[in-house]
């Protein structure tokens, strides 16, 4: 239901912008976490449509740009990217926002397929 794309191959402190749109629903809140290899699930950055609010992890604030202006859409802008962004990267989406736990990707009940990026030195 969630269609991911933008994703490559890029060199450290290049950009890269990623998209997510929904086709037959509207949501609360859509996001984006990524997942490397070997490691969990890990929360980048979410959009609460209803208030216009964004919120990001520590690890990307300042480089990375959540926006979307429609409840089924949402891009991602990535400046400065490093070797460590390296992951697939998987946008979310919820009908209601939960304000505790925006964080967790149990609060998401919709999920894209993923897109890989890769940040070589």
């Known amino acids: 239901q969630l269609q991911a794309s933008g994703g490559g191959l890029v060199q450290a402190g290049d950009s890269l912008r990623l998209s997510c749109a929904a086709s037959?629903?509207?949501?609360?809140?859509m996001g984006w976490f990524r997942q490397a290899p070997g490691k969990e699930r890990e929360f980048i950055a979410t959009i609460r449509f209803s208030m216009g609010r964004t919120y990001y992890a520590d690890s990307v604030k300042g480089r990375f740009t959540i926006s979307g202006n429609r409840k089924n859409m949402v891009e991602l802008q990535m400046n400065g990217l490093k070797p460590e962004d390296t992951a697939a990267y998987y946008c979310?989406?919820?009908?209601?926002?939960?304000?505790?736990?925006?964080?967790?990707?149990?609060?998401?009940?919709?999920w894209g397929q993923g897109t890989q990026v890769t940040v070589s030195s």
């Open positions: 979310a989406a919820a009908d209601s926002w939960n304000v505790a736990y925006h964080y967790r990707p149990s609060s998401y009940s919709y």
């Open positions: 037959g629903h509207t949501f609360s809140t």
